[in-house]
C-alpha cells in the first residue's frame, strides 16, 4: 500500500473589496468588515488544506504602492507555493503587476462585483475559481473572474460592462 503526500496548502490572503464589503442600510456608505472568506470555504466545504491571512480592509481604489509591496512581501516570504488574493476589482491589474516579479508561486486575484453577503454575489464562484486555477496554473500571476481565467498581466477592466476582458 502506498501513502499519497499530502496536499500543499493554499494561503488565501484577503486585501479587502467589495468581497468583504458590508452595507449596513440603504442610506449608508459600505464599509469593509471583516473577511467571510472562511466562511465561503467553509460553506462550500472546501476540503483541499488552506491558510487565510487578512492582510489588508481597503477598497482597492485606496491601496498604495506601499500596500501593494507589504501584498508582494507577504506572498514572497510565505512558506506556500500556491496562493489565493482576494481583491477589488478596480485596480486589481494593477496589484497583478506588482507581483510578476515573484517567482516559483502561483498567484490568483479574485474578486466580486457584489459582496459575498448578498444572496446574488458571484463572489463564491470566484473564490472557486481561484482555488483551481492556483492548483492547475503554471507559476505565474492569474485573474479569475466571471467565470475566466487571464494572465495578469493580460487582461483589463471594463469598467462600464462590469467584465474583465483580455488585452
Known amino acids: 500500500m502506498t501513502s499519497s503526500a499530502p496536499l500543499p496548502a493554499i494561503l488565501v490572503v484577503t486585501t479587502g473589496g ?8 440603504a442610506l449608508s456608505e459600505y464599509q469593509i468588515v471583516e473577511s467571510v472568506i472562511g466562511e465561503l470555504l467553509e460553506t462550500a466545504r472546501v476540503a483541499h488544506p488552506f491558510r487565510i491571512l487578512e ?16 501584498i508582494a512581501a ?22 497583478a503587476a506588482a507581483l510578476a516579479h515573484i517567482e516559483g508561486k502561483t498567484v490568483v486575484l479574485c474578486g466580486a462585483l457584489a459582496p459575498a453577503r448578498f444572496a ?6 470566484n473564490l472557486g475559481m ?13 485573474i479569475t473572474m466571471s467565470g475566466s481565467v487571464f494572465d495578469g498581466l493580460k487582461v483589463r477592466k471594463d469598467r462600464e460592462a462590469g467584465k474583465f476582458l483580455p488585452l
Not at 18 to 25: A, C, E, P, V
Not at 61 to 68: N, Q, S
Not at 74 to 95: F, K, N, R, S, W
Open 130 to 142: 481561484a482555488f483551481a486555477t492556483c492548483q492547475a496554473a503554471r507559476p505565474g500571476v492569474w
Open 74 to 95: 507577504t506572498i514572497a516570504d510565505a512558506p506556500e507555493t500556491l496562493v489565493v488574493i482576494t481583491h477589488g476589482t478596480d485596480t486589481m491589474t494593477q496589484t
Open 18 to 25: 467589495t468581497i468583504d464589503k458590508q452595507y449596513f442600510d
Open 55 to 70: 492582510l489588508l480592509r481597503k477598497d482597492s481604489l485606496e491601496l498604495t504602492d506601499e500596500d501593494r509591496a507589504l
Open 120 to 125: 446574488r454575489s458571484d463572489a463564491a464562484f
